[in-house]
């Protein structure tokens, strides 16, 4: 299948299912779900807590002579809800013999579908030495440009480059496995900065999340190309999976620490069944 089949494919997967805001996020600020396009931007919508750097023509004095408290006043442009889906483009995420890189177009295409129906715009960017933009609501994701997954480093100097163009109070989506070192403090800290919701969900192979626990192994590091003779043992495969455990209890942290959202799915287990438990419990999806 190729690129636009698995975009499609998590696209329909996705008609039951629309994207919400968690009651608690890093800025749960958007308001009510006012459809994708924005409106003039005289018409008023809505109030937030005052932030160094807001307009001060869009002070509400009569509210803080009464409160004390400084608050704005929102419009329609400023609260549409928006997604920004970001895509990791590193090599580690087209693993050889596994799913991951089907998975990963898969909820790609669901996270933008999933928004659509709940009134949202979007726009899609793939991480690697750059952001490049994808494509916007205005494209199916079938739709988007080629999506690459090339990149020998960690994504986070694009993640850097993107920021500056997100939409203030825009959720966020990172698909990504995360096997990059690089500090998930720093990462969840800009994904999660001016956003109604920022979600990493951490997107493994079979093969990443469950190691054989015997043989001997020639592994390839897709980034760096280094090739390892090992032998795995029970004690090499527990030591691999309590790495594995403190590398996601790291970005737990992190994304806690901002108010983001940490789910850890399979690739393979995505495109059998799509149980999405882990993004309903957290109050990012609702079934329709």
């Known amino acids: 299948m190729s690129a636009s089949a698995f975009l499609q494919e998590g696209a329909t997967a ?3 299912f629309a994207l919400t805001t968690p009651r608690h996020g890093p800025a749960n600020r958007t308001g009510s779900a006012l459809g994708a396009r924005a409106g003039s931007s005289l018409e008023f919508r809505d109030y937030r807590g005052y ?3 807001d307009d001060l023509r869009h002070v509400d004095w009569s509210a803080f002579a009464r409160s004390d408290q400084l608050s704005v006043k929102l419009f329609r442009e400023e609260v549409a809800p928006h997604l920004d889906l970001l895509i990791d483009g590193s090599k580690s995420m087209a693993l050889a013999g596994s799913a991951k890189l089907q998975g990963t177009l898969a909820l790609a295409g669901f996270f933008a579908a999933a928004a659509a129906n709940a009134g949202y715009s979007h726009s899609g960017w793939q991480l690697g030495a750059e952001a490049a933009p994808l494509g916007d609501y205005r494209h199916r994701p079938a739709e988007w440009d080629a999506i690459r997954f090339e ?3 960690s ?4 993640l850097a480059d993107v920021a500056a163009r997100w939409r203030p109070r825009s959720a966020r989506v990172l698909l990504s496995d995360l096997l990059w070192n690089a500090d998930p403090g720093q990462a969840a800290r800009m994904l999660a900065d001016r956003a109604s919701t920022a979600i990493v969900v951490q997107v493994l192979a079979h093969a990443d999340a469950n190691p054989p626990v015997s043989g001997h192994l020639r ?4 980034e760096t190309d ?5 032998r795995i043992d029970a004690t090499a495969a527990a030591r691999y999976r309590e790495n594995l455990a403190r590398l ?3 970005w737990h942290d992190a994304c806690r620490a901002v108010g983001a959202i940490f789910v850890t799915v399979v690739a393979e287990d995505i495109l059998r069944d799509w149980r999405l438990d882990p993004l309903i419990a957290a109050g990012v999806l609702e079934v329709g």
Do not use: F, K
Request: aromatic share 0%; charged share 35%; proline share 8%.
């Open 151 to 153: 990149h020998r480093d």
């Open 219 to 222: 592994l390839l590091d897709s």
């Open 226 to 230: 280094e090739v390892r003779e090992v």
């Open 248 to 250: 996601q209890g790291h």
């Open 155 to 158: 994504p986070v100097r694009a």
């Open 51 to 53: 932030e160094p750097g």
């Open 14 to 16: 996705a008609q039951r």
